[in-house]
T-cell receptor, first 115, second 113 residues
Framework: ETGVTQTPRHLVMGMTNKKSLKCEQH?????MYWYKQSAKKPLELMFV???????ENNSVPSRFSPECPNSSHLFLHLHTLQPEDSALYLC??????????????FGQGTRLTVV | AQSVTQPDIHITVSEGASLELRCNYS??????LFWYVQSPGQGLQLLLK????DTLVQGIKGFEAEFKRSQSSFNLRKPSVHWSDAAEYFC???????????WGAGTKLIIKP
């Protein structure tokens, strides 16, 4: 148990659906991250929030929309996804405002399948 | 550009045998290096990290890693593996951006009984 909780653990959605992934941490961290993990590919950083402001957006399609209402919660809103978006979506948090030596604490992920 | 290479996609080791997982990086300055482990159906957990100082780093679960600047490597080792070590292992390097880690593609460790 890392202290980072993601819900749901599994999600199957159609291409016309709208759904949201939720991430919650009560570790007192002030940076939160969304990663995409696809089979046989390196982890892809999608978004970074620091002190509730988005500080990184790595050319992610607009069908993914993040939201960080406070330092403990992070959402990823999904709409009109494509089958190639099926992956494990990992949330992480870190105890400082980034920095190259910052350790990230990961949630267990949401396994997303787009049909 | 920064990059991390884990040359082995899969490694199979007998229980009780020693283990070495390879990681090579490309980075201009002194790197910050990490090893994470991901058990099936789980998120990633930090095993160990190197920032500076002693090039042999001890981590959790009996793992260690050695930073070799001349070889641009940060290989992960364990003297005797247990069946519970079966997982996927990821090497990462701290990037120029404050928030990014550059990740390797991972090595899946399979333990033979």
């Amino acid at each position: 148990e890392t202290g980072v909780t993601q819900t749901p653990r599994h999600l199957v959605m159609g291409m016309t659906n709208k759904k949201s992934l939720k991430c919650e941490q009560h570790l007192g961290h002030n940076a939160m991250y969304w990663y995409k993990q696809s089979a046989k590919k390196p982890l892809e950083l999608m978004f970074v929030y620091s002190l509730e402001e988005r500080v990184e957006n790595n050319s992610v399609p607009s069908r993914f929309s993040p939201e960080c209402p406070n330092s403990s919660h992070l959402f990823l809103h999904l709409h009109t996804l494509q089958p190639e978006d099926s992956a494990l979506y990992l949330c992480a948090s870190s105890p400082r405002d980034g920095g190259q030596n910052t350790e990230a604490f990961f949630g267990q992920g949401t396994r997303l399948t787009v049909v | 550009a920064q990059s991390v290479t884990q040359p082995d996609i899969h490694i199979t080791v007998s229980e009780g045998a020693s283990l070495e997982l390879r990681c090579n990086y490309s980075y201009g300055a002194t790197p910050y290096l990490f090893w994470y482990v991901q058990s099936p159906g789980q998120g990633l957990q930090l095993l160990l990290k190197y920032f500076s100082g002693d090039t042999l780093v001890q981590g959790i679960k009996g793992f260690e890693a050695e930073f070799k600047r001349s070889q641009s490597s940060f290989n992960l080792r364990k003297p005797s593996v247990h069946w519970s070590d079966a997982a996927e292992y990821f090497c990462a390097v701290g990037a120029d951006s404050n928030y990014q880690l550059i990740w390797g593609a991972g090595t899946k460790l399979i333990i033979k009984p």
